[in-house]
């Protein structure tokens, strides 16, 4: 793959410092891959200029974006508040800087029509091997929720998609999305999931979430395993209520956020409870 052409990108958002300490450590894990695309960082203007110097650094794109033209009732139907009573998380705790309504603005690389393909990857995540191929899957291309059991298999996970840029389908996008009250108690996951009801799976392996660790450890396979994603708890927060059994999951983020050596992630021990 090539971005000579503008063809190709990687892109995430950030909407605060602490997913910019996150998309800092995803973009170096995407550098060491040795893809060609561009890396393109969306940030809306809550992001101070000092958090987004390391991603300058990396040579990333940067676009500043705004939050998408919803009605006052939409915005306040999915506020944190609001939206965390309506549709409480039981499984996990999403951190205090988490802001719902901060989701929607992915929603704006479809605006990014200068590219062919894009692959979205939450600023939460490591790729941890070349994932270049995903250029060449259809829109939309997602992998499963799964972070529980088998069951999760049939819901879509919004932190890996693979999408087509289109002014179009961004329009449409904006008509589904703020009709009278809509609620998508899951934001822009739950969106996707129904304006595309067809969308293609990707292996699990393109999106393994962290809580797989300690739930499903049979699941768990390193030489396998191409985008990391730690979803509910980050691993740069102090002393999160998974630390502990998260930990070696959360030394690894380290190693690339602070550009360390990188282990041999083929060789790392797979959990407790493997074969």
């Given at each position: 793959?090539?971005?000579?052409?503008?063809?190709?990108?990687?892109?995430?958002l950030?909407?605060?410092?602490?997913?910019?300490?996150?998309?800092?450590?995803?973009?170096?894990?995407l550098?060491?891959?040795g893809?060609?695309?561009?890396?393109?960082?969306?940030?809306?203007?809550?992001?101070?200029?000092?958090?987004?110097?390391?991603?300058?650094?990396?040579?990333?794109?940067?676009?500043e974006v705004?939050?998408?033209?919803?009605?006052?009732?939409?915005?306040?139907?999915?506020?944190?508040?609001?939206?965390?009573s309506?549709?409480?998380?039981?499984?996990?705790?999403?951190?205090?800087?988490?802001?719902?309504?901060?989701?929607?603005?992915?929603?704006?690389?479809?605006?990014?029509?200068?590219?062919?393909?894009?692959?979205?990857?939450?600023?939460?995540?490591?790729?941890?091997?070349?994932?270049?191929?995903?250029?060449?899957?259809?829109?939309?291309?997602?992998?499963?929720?799964?972070?529980?059991?088998?069951?999760?298999?049939?819901?879509?996970?919004?932190?890996?998609?693979?999408?087509?840029?289109?002014?179009?389908?961004?329009?449409?996008?904006?008509?589904?999305?703020?009709?009278?009250?809509t609620?998508?108690?899951?934001?822009?996951?739950?969106?996707?999931?129904?304006?595309?009801?067809?969308?293609?799976?990707?292996?699990?392996y393109?999106?393994?979430?962290?809580?797989?660790?300690?739930?499903?450890?049979?699941?768990?396979?390193?030489?396998?395993?191409?985008?990391l994603?730690?979803?509910?708890?980050?691993?740069?927060?102090?002393?999160?209520?998974?630390?502990?059994?998260?930990?070696?999951?959360?030394?690894l983020?380290?190693?690339?956020?602070?550009?360390?050596?990188?282990?041999?992630?083929?060789?790392?021990?797979?959990?407790?409870?493997?074969?």
């Open positions: 793959m090539t971005s000579t052409s503008g063809r190709f990108a990687y892109v995430t950030v909407t605060n410092a602490d997913y910019a300490m996150g998309a800092t450590a995803l973009a170096r894990s550098r060491h891959t893809t060609a695309a561009d890396i393109v960082i969306l940030h809306t203007g809550g992001v101070d200029a000092a958090a987004l110097i390391p991603l300058k650094t990396l040579a990333c794109r940067l676009i705004e939050h998408l033209p919803l009605s006052d009732a939409f915005n306040e139907r999915h506020a944190r508040g609001s939206l965390h309506a549709a409480p998380f039981t499984k996990g705790r999403k951190p205090d800087f988490h802001s719902p309504l901060d989701n929607f603005c992915k929603l704006r690389l479809w605006q990014l029509v200068e590219y062919q393909r894009c692959v979205f990857i939450d600023a939460d995540a490591l790729v941890l091997k070349n994932v270049d191929r995903l250029f060449l899957y259809p829109e939309f291309s997602a992998a499963p929720n799964v972070y529980e059991s088998l069951a999760d298999f049939h819901r879509m996970n919004s932190g890996v998609f693979v999408a087509t840029p289109s002014d179009n389908t961004f329009r449409h996008m904006l008509e589904r999305l703020d009709q009278p009250n609620f998508w108690r899951r934001t822009d996951q739950t969106f996707l999931e129904a304006f595309f009801p067809d969308w293609h799976g990707l292996p699990v393109f999106n393994m979430l962290q809580y797989v660790w300690f739930t499903m450890p049979e699941l768990w396979d390193w030489k396998s395993i191409s985008i994603h730690y979803q509910y708890e980050k691993p740069w927060e102090k002393d999160h209520p998974k630390a502990a059994r998260l930990q070696p999951l959360i030394d983020w380290h190693h690339f956020h602070n550009d360390d050596d990188v282990p041999d992630i083929a060789a790392l021990n797979n959990p407790e409870g493997t074969a």
